[in-house]
T-cell receptor, first 109, second 114 residues
Framework: GENVEQHPSTLSVQEGDSAVIKCTYS??????FPWYKQELGKRPQLIID?????GEKKDQRIAVTLNKTAKHFSLHITETQPEDSAVYFC????????FGAGTTVTVRA | DGGITQSPKYLFRKEGQNVTLSCEQN?????MYWYRQDPGQGLRLIYY???????QKGDIAEGYSVSREKKESFPLTVTSAQKNPTAFYLC?????????????FGPGTRLTVL
């Protein structure tokens, strides 16, 4: 089955700086890569996703890149704000969706 | 945050007891999922159902059971056979049509075994 690894497990950044989270996957048949944000005590919510026929996708301050050859994808958050503090999960879908272990992002004011 | 609901929000159980967690959705989604969330381990799939009256084991199905008698409902039973049931349980649903299969999550149930 699919195995998704996510790094780092924790990330602390100064407000205004960028944050980058990286994930690798094992199943070359995976074709859909969503990113979820989970604020403390709340449910995970989709923030951006990318499909295997696209290399990069951007939505305001967040962007995701995908390298199918290397089987890795990354989340980039620019101009971080305190409300970006949360746990972020990457996922990859082959025959089902498999999640990474999560990255706890803390934005320091 | 409407559309998919879980109850109760907090649940306490004595060892040896079975307990059922509720999940309901009014999004007309065909597929529903149960995940377990533990600190540092992300979301692990317990069971999923792509259509009514059908369901499949996920990665950690041992000690759990489900049913899918109605499209809107996908209850999860945590049995006494589950060795470490204390966790946060999340239910999700998605459409099976097209390529956009975003999963929508419920608010979760925190189960504590006393």
């Amino acid at each position: 089955g699919e195995n998704v690894e996510q790094h780092p497990s924790t990330l602390s950044v100064q407000e205004g700086d960028s944050a980058v989270i990286k994930c690798t996957y094992s199943d070359s048949a995976s074709n859909y890569f969503p990113w979820y944000k989970q604020e403390l005590g709340k449910r995970p919510q989709l923030i951006i996703d990318i499909r295997s026929n696209v290399g990069e996708k951007k939505d305001q301050r967040i962007a995701v890149t995908l390298n199918k050859t290397a089987k890795h994808f990354s989340l980039h958050i620019t101009e971080t704000q305190p409300e970006d503090s949360a746990v972020y999960f990457c996922a990859a879908r082959g025959n089902k969706l498999s999640f990474g272990a999560g990255t706890t992002v803390t934005v320091r004011a | 945050d409407g559309g998919i609901t879980q109850s109760p929000k907090y649940l306490f159980r004595k060892e040896g007891q079975n307990v059922t967690l509720s999940c309901e959705q009014n999004l007309n989604h065909d597929a529903m999922y149960w995940y377990r969330q533990d600190p540092g381990q992300g979301l692990r799939l317990i069971y999923y159902s792509q259509i009514v009256n059908d369901f499949q084991k996920g990665d950690i199905a041992e000690g759990y059971s489900v049913s899918r008698e109605k499209k809107e409902s996908f209850p999860l039973t945590v049995t006494s056979a589950q060795k470490n049931p204390t966790a946060f349980y999340l239910c999700a649903s998605s459409t099976n049509r097209g390529l956009h299969n975003e999963q929508f999550f419920g608010p979760g149930t925190r189960l504590t075994v006393l």
